[in-house]
């Protein structure tokens, strides 16, 4: 697999309930569309504050170990003036094999006045044919480690 086949640029609504508006998606890996669908509707309802629908995306151990409580108030921590997500950056596969992916991804963030760019590791593990979120915070999720 050629670590750069294509530049795509998609225009994807996601999201369930709450605000809904495009994001922009520039996909520079060679990963399944659904996958790349489940990463920026993961990361929406996380900066929509949809709760329930993030948490659901996480990876089944952390949905075990985390109770819904201390989950949403992570969330609240991470999203104190409510900005938009405007753009999903996915740079390059930093690992991959059959069951887990972790990918380099820029998140682009549009408060009242200014648009920050948020650069981060994000982790997926898939279980039964689902992607699912891998949540690494030990600061505030040390059970998780």
């Keep these: 697999m050629s670590k750069w086949w294509l530049l795509v640029v998609v225009f994807l609504a996601v999201g369930c309930s709450g605000i809904r508006h495009q994001i922009k998606v520039e996909n520079q890996v060679e990963l399944d569309k659904e996958f790349i669908r489940r990463v920026v509707s993961y990361w929406q309802n996380r900066y929509n504050l949809e ?3 993030a948490f659901s995306q996480e990876a089944p151990y952390v949905q075990e170990m985390v109770s819904l409580e201390k989950y949403a108030n992570y969330l609240k921590l991470y999203v104190k ?16 094999n059959k069951s887990d992916v972790c990918l380099d991804v820029e998140l682009f963030l549009r408060y009242k006045d200014k648009t920050v760019k ?28």
């Design 81 to 96: 003036q409510t900005p938009i997500l405007t753009k999903v950056s996915l740079k390059k596969v930093t690992k991959q």
């Design 118 to 145: 948020r650069e981060l590791e994000d982790c997926w593990l898939k279980l039964r044919k689902t992607w699912y979120h891998v949540l690494r915070n030990p600061l505030i999720f040390p059970e998780l480690n």
């Design 51 to 53: 709760v329930k629908s």
